[in-house]
């Protein structure tokens, strides 16, 4: 038999032929996972998925055999898992291997901690003596001495390499265990600096003769008693280190979280009876999920129309029906309240992924999706690769975010990905959203997806209202705060309600603008402005670190007059002190969350309401529920608009509604506060009517990209030239265009560029961008990667490094 395998270290992932020995036809199957060995040569053994199986003699085939079976041989990918593979290579345009990659964890996909045990049962039953093949007697025999062995170990207390298959043999017959067993991972900790708080007077003059660790001193001096990491200090650790030597700085381990377990949790909720328009909306969806066939819907509903409800509902009649699910947000650890409402109903049936897991629990949560012992798995983009079988229903909520869509390869969209697993699983696909994607939108409109509108709140809550600041006109209450806006959160605090105050930072945010000369600091190596941090007193680049000191006055006219345009939170929270000096200010941006459970103990205390402010960038827009808020206000709601990107209209509106949806959610009703400096935009247009106000978005600004033809009246394909080297960046994305232009007929697209990408430098390479607009057809994934190769062979020498991004989400 011969079988079709990819390997990452065998042809450079391309699949080939091997032979496939009689003894082990029986056991393999599409989807294993494998040993392969070269039958010449080093005989070194790598793994390999199997995609399909022959008979057939094939000429092409390598001097390469299938040489063990692994993970018992039970396929690591089912029918539909494999089929899904292959659409995204070729959707994608990226290599099969890639997305297999992409799909197992990577705790999956390695023998390095495969563990054999000896069962309580084969120890008793002196299990050597009654076992007949010779091999299966020394294995047993090694084991009933040691008890426990890695499979290396016993490979090498044997001197033999192919295990596998008789380990699972004697693992069938209950004499062994087979597993993965990793090492316990510590909390991932980083070292931090501050200046020891015992300092010697002169210190400063002992370090006169080590300008670097004087350098470094003034610095760690200038972020007070507060730690932080070399880089963000901008100094080597071997300057700080011989400070430390010094007795003049301090070391602190610092814990990194990206962790589930936020520290937030809410009180069991009352179990709730649907709403009409709820029961209406279920009754057509679990009627679409009985029909077991291939369906679309997308959930249209407004902020706090209590899609989750029906969520819940739904998967209810899934798991009642004896099928599996799962759903998808687009950051666990920014919505712990979804996660935490749809364990509440789930209980042990539910596995939430999460990327802080350590390689243990990831391994088990993938094998218990993969025994079917857990039938719901919840979590981010890649969650929509869970191992199960007989799949019902996939939820994406929240459809319309940029976190689904992956910004490495393989570069899939997780929404799209999960359209065509339903597709190929013969399942129902719920996309729900308050502000859809203009591409599942459109989708809806033109009949691919079934449309469900809940255009109210539940339980009668109205609306809010959105009021628009315009800040050219408005007196101000400090630099950022109008004076509207000052009396409005003050209003709230007398009534003992809670305010949500969004920064929005997306784009250029956070830099500095000199209203005299216009010069905005920008970083040398990224070409990007600097962001202004407050405490460090300085300037940072958020691509690379780099960092430069501050300077009160215009580095180009020196005037004074500095614009900060779109100060940081910190910043803000300044402010909010000075105008409320009794009030405790909750902060939420990148800088307060990054120690373990911070973000949950943030939440917390805002849901206890031992805080009544809570002012954050866009991570307080998303999926918070929380009744008492009443007022909402943004600080700068037109800042999302400058970015150069065709969909800066519609992120912008989407953003704006779903903050705005967070004010008002209970009884008592709820205002929004825009503040803008240029409100002639549509978005506000459309924002301000009370009804439809997304359709009419919608409809306006797909006129736009109509005229313009832009997504989702085409599809973009970017392709990336990126070198040290820009002559030959430019060079080789110049030949990208030229072979694009000679493949690509005039009517089924156009081609743009090169040009220097938006952020045109990042981390001293230059990058340059080639697009496609695709009207018709598709670009055959065999020509692009024939292009990729030719190209990055060609540009070799410069160290040229090529990709491809379909359907890319940032054009930047
Ligand atoms: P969405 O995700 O659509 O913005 P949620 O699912 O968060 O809305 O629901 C909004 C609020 O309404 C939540 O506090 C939820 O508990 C509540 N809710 C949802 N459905 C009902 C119902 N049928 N009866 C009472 N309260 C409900
Ligand atoms: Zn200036
Ligand atoms: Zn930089």
């Not at 009642?320 to 409402?341: D, M, S």
């Amino acid at each position: 038999m011969y079988a079709l395998i990819v390997s990452e270290k065998i042809f450079r992932g391309d699949p080939f032929v091997a032979i496939v020995p009689d003894t082990l036809e029986q056991e393999i199957q599409p989807g294993s996972m494998v040993l392969i060995s070269t039958k010449k040569g080093s005989g070194r053994v790598s793994i390999g998925y199997i995609l399909s199986l022959s008979t057939e003699e094939n000429l092409i085939t390598a001097e390469i055999e299938v040489a063990d079976i692994l993970y018992s041989g039970i396929p690591v990918l089912n029918a539909s898992l494999l089929q899904l593979t292959g659409w995204i290579a070729d959707y994608y345009l990226t290599r099969r291997i890639d997305t297999l990659n992409a799909m197992l964890p990577a705790a999956v996909r390695t023998t390095v901690h495969d563990v054999v045990e000896i069962t309580e049962f084969a120890l008793k039953a002196e299990a050597p003596k009654i076992i007949s093949t010779a091999l299966r007697r020394s294995i047993m025999q090694i084991m009933a001495r040691e008890k426990r062995l890695t499979v290396h170990q016993l490979q090498r207390l044997l001197g033999k390499k192919q295990l596998y298959r008789t380990l699972s043999e004697l693992e069938r017959g209950g004499h062994l265990l087979l597993s993965k067993k990793f090492s316990s991972t510590k909390p991932k900790l980083r070292s931090g600096y501050r200046l020891n708080p015992s300092l010697p007077e002169e210190s400063a003059a002992m370090l006169k003769h080590s300008p670097k660790q004087l350098e470094a001193l003034t610095r760690l001096a200038a972020i007070g008693n507060t730690c932080a990491f070399a880089e963000t200090i901008g100094c080597s650790k071997e300057v700080l280190n011989a400070l430390i030597k010094k007795g003049f700085a301090e070391k602190v381990e610092i814990e990194i979280t990206s962790s589930f377990s936020t520290g937030f949790a809410e009180e069991v909720q009352p179990s709730k009876t649907a709403t009409a328009s709820q029961q209406k909306a279920l009754l057509q969806l679990v009627g679409a999920f009985e029909k077991e066939e291939y369906g679309t819907f997308l959930l249209h509903g407004v902020t706090g129309s209590g899609k989750t409800l029906i969520y819940i509902e739904l998967l209810k009649a899934v798991m009642a029906a004896g099928k599996t699910a799962i759903v998808l947000v687009p950051e666990i650890a920014l919505t712990p309240q979804t996660a935490g409402r749809f364990r509440e109903h789930f209980h042990d049936e539910i596995t939430i992924l999460h990327s802080a897991m350590s390689n243990q629990e990831k391994y088990d949560a993938w094998h218990s999706l993969q025994h079917g012992k857990s039938r719901i798995a919840l979590g981010a983009r890649s969650t929509i690769f869970a191992p199960l079988e007989n799949l019902g229903v996939i939820i994406v909520d929240e459809e319309h975010d940029g976190a689904y869509k992956q910004d490495r390869n393989p570069r899939y969209h997780a929404r799209d990905t999960a359209i065509m697993r339903a597709m190929f699983s013969k399942a129902l696909c719920i996309l729900g959203s308050a502000t859809p994607s203009f591409e599942s939108y459109n989708n809806a409109m033109n009949g691919k997806y079934t449309l469900i509108e809940l255009p109210d709140r539940v339980d009668g809550a109205t609306m809010p209202g959105i009021h628009l600041v315009w800040m050219k006109e408005s007196p101000k209450a400090s630099p950022s705060i109008s004076e509207l806006l000052y009396r409005q959160i003050a209003l709230r605090l007398e009534k003992g309600e809670q305010v949500i105050l969004l920064q929005n930072r997306r784009g250029f945010a956070g830099s500095i603008f000199c209203l005299d000369c216009g010069h905005t600091p920008l970083c040398t190596f990224c070409n990007i402005p600097l962001v202004y941090h407050a405490t460090e007193q300085h300037l940072r680049c958020h691509y690379c670190g780099h960092i430069k000191s501050y300077t009160a006055a215009c580095v180009k006219c020196s005037s004074t007059n500095l614009f900060f345009k779109s100060s940081g939170t910190e910043r803000i929270e300044e402010e909010l002190q000075t105008l409320f000096p009794e009030e405790k200010i909750l902060r939420m941006d990148v800088d307060t969350t990054t120690t373990k459970g911070s973000h949950g103990r943030i939440l917390r205390e805002f849901h206890e309401q031992k805080a009544r402010i809570l002012l954050g960038t866009q991570m307080v827009a998303k999926g918070l529920d929380f009744p008492e808020v009443t007022l909402v206000g943004v600080l700068m709601a037109d800042i999302g608009l400058n970015i150069p990107d065709f969909r800066a209209s519609e992120r912008t509106f989407s953003l704006l509604t779903q903050v705005a949806g967070r004010s008002g959610r209970s009884s008592k009703a709820g205002e929004v506060y825009l503040q803008v400096f240029n409100r002639e935009s549509d978005v506000f247009t459309a924002l301000l009517q009370r009804e439809e106000s997304y359709k009419k978005f919608f409809l306006q600004e797909m006129a736009v990209r109509k005229e313009l033809r832009y997504p989702p009246t085409s599809r973009l394909i970017k392709f990336e030239c990126n070198s040290e080297d820009e002559k030959q960046a430019e060079a080789a994305a110049l030949s990208c265009r030229e072979t694009l232009i000679r493949q690509l007929p005039q009517a089924n697209g156009t081609v743009l560029g090169p040009a220097p990408a938006g952020i045109a430098k990042i981390r001293g390479r230059y990058r340059y961008h080639v697009l496609v607009k695709l009207f018709d057809g598709k670009l055959s994934p065999h020509f692009i990667k024939q292009m990729g190769d030719d190209i990055t062979n060609r540009f070799r020498s410069s160290g040229l490094s090529f990709t491809v991004d379909v359907d890319p989400q940032n054009l930047m």
